[in-house]
T-cell receptor
Framework: NAGVTQTPKFQVLKTGQSMTLQCAQD?????MSWYRQDPGMGLRLIHY???????DQGEVPNGYNVSRSTTEDFPLRLLSAAPSQTSVYFC?????????????FGPGTRLTVL | AQTVTQSQPEMSVQEAETVTLSCTYD???????LFWYKQPPSRQMILVIR????KQQNATENRFSVNFQKAAKSFSLKISDSQLGDAAMYFC????????????WGAGTKLIIKP
């Protein structure tokens, strides 16, 4: 199993550009989520999904869109990048939604918006 | 709203010795879970240990153990026999026990292991 994979590992954008961060898992996990990690702060939840076709907003959803057309993939779209979106982005997945289900994290994408 | 506080931005310990990382949290819930995650330089988050609030017994995983003080809302991580591979950022996280899926994270503690 590859686990949770994210592409790209690094990305530089100009203000106003759009892009999609890719996340895939091969563990048949129902639950997937996106976090951002900023210096001196813990991770913050952007969006999450409890299954194909179902998504919901987390703590900081503004400026981001998600969709979940398959169990395996959960892409994060930046509609019009802003410098405030400079961050490290993590995708995570778990088998179910219970707190006892361990969340597995991808290696992260470091995004810089100029 | 729930909050998680890690008051030690950085800690250092001599190899083979014991170190304790602090975490406090604030919640009015009675059903919740607490976690410690490790983030090595590779950036990938790895679950270290989990504690269910309804369990009085402190969780242990090999060299890692917690001191869970529910009344004081404290959840510290003890690492025994520290190894060079333990060097990482350590994050404390909280999650409600109901259908709210959000993990609330502390700001992290950087652990340095001195050889």
């Amino acid at each position: 199993n590859a686990g949770v994979t994210q592409t790209p590992k690094f990305q530089v954008l100009k203000t106003g550009q759009s892009m999609t961060l890719q996340c895939a898992q091969d563990m048949n996990h129902e639950y997937m989520s996106w976090y951002r990690q900023d210096p001196g702060m813990g991770l913050r939840l952007i969006h999450y999904s409890v299954g194909a076709g179902i998504t919901d907003q987390g703590e900081v959803p503004n400026g981001y869109n998600v969709s979940r057309s398959t169990t395996e993939d959960f892409p994060l779209r930046l509609l019009s990048a802003a410098p405030s979106q400079t961050s490290v982005y993590f995708c995570a997945s778990s088998f179910g939604t219970s707190p006892t289900n361990e969340q597995f994290f991808g290696p992260g994408t470091r995004l810089t918006v100029l | 709203a729930q909050t998680v506080t890690q008051s030690q931005p950085e800690m250092s310990v001599q190899e083979a010795e014991t170190v304790t990382l602090s975490c406090t949290y604030d919640t009015s819930e009675s059903d919740y879970y607490l976690f410690w995650y490790k983030q090595p330089p590779s950036r990938q988050m790895i679950l270290v240990i989990r504690q269910e609030a309804y369990k009085q017994q402190n969780a242990t995983e090999n060299r890692f153990s917690v001191n869970f003080q529910k009344a004081a809302k404290s959840f510290s991580l003890k690492i025994s026999d520290s190894q060079l591979g333990d060097a990482a950022m350590y994050f404390c996280a909280y999650r409600r026990g109901d259908s709210n899926y959000q993990l609330i994270w502390g700001a992290g503690t950087k652990l340095i292991i001195k050889p």
